[in-house]
């Protein structure tokens, strides 16, 4: 019988790919047909022509949002006359779009009338919620807006908690139509009939996992030898 210690190191040894694997070059064939034993679940993969992009899991601050938008639209589907219209909703997925393989945040799959296959079926609506560094706030808004839309994404959500605002593109006649909505507004789409997307409250849910800084103690002189 194997040892504990044993067992730990075959685990590890089944980990094939991690973050010392970013920048390891791959096709889109060999991305797709590496088993899941083989990544190591605590980060985030893509593929972005023909590299492995490695990146740490979403914070708190765009899960505690994130989970509470699924929320919502389970209710929705449940609850709502129209509801029904939603087919699926999961987060954390993987997206085929042409030679890449991007991961958003969640993916809505609607009018389809049965379980979406999420490698063939193109969701109806993605979303991220923007992560704090520059490049993360580039690739969010310009280069996934172009790849989404392209490969028949109908509508693409932006949440985003440093600018307090959520923004949609949609495919216009000359490319992608960017629409902002407040912070203090909510946003209504036909994809969804009915459903009320508080902007407001998922931008509250995320400021909770701000860090708070710790107030400086006061220094205070020690007691003179002697004193009581």
Known sequence: MATISQRRSA?????????????KLLTPE?????PESAWDGRYRYELIR??????PPPGNA???????LGYLLLMYQEHHPEGRIIDKTLNEQTLVVGGNRRRCDRAIWTGLGRRPDPEKDVPT???EFVSGTARDRVRDYDVKSAEYLTIGVREYWIIDRFQRILTIYRNGPTGPVGQVIAEDQSYETDLLPGFLLPVARLLA???E???TRRKPSRKTNPPAAGSQ
């Open 205 to 207: 849910l995320a400021d």
């Open 62 to 68: 765009e899960v505690d949002p994130n989970q509470y």
């Open 50 to 55: 023909g590299v492995l992009v490695v990146s």
């Open 209 to 211: 996992w701000k860090p």
């Open 125 to 127: 609506i993605t979303i």
């Open 30 to 34: 060999e991305f797709d047909a590496t």
């Open 11 to 23: 685990a590890r040894n089944r980990v094939l790919l991690g973050p010392r694997s970013a920048g």
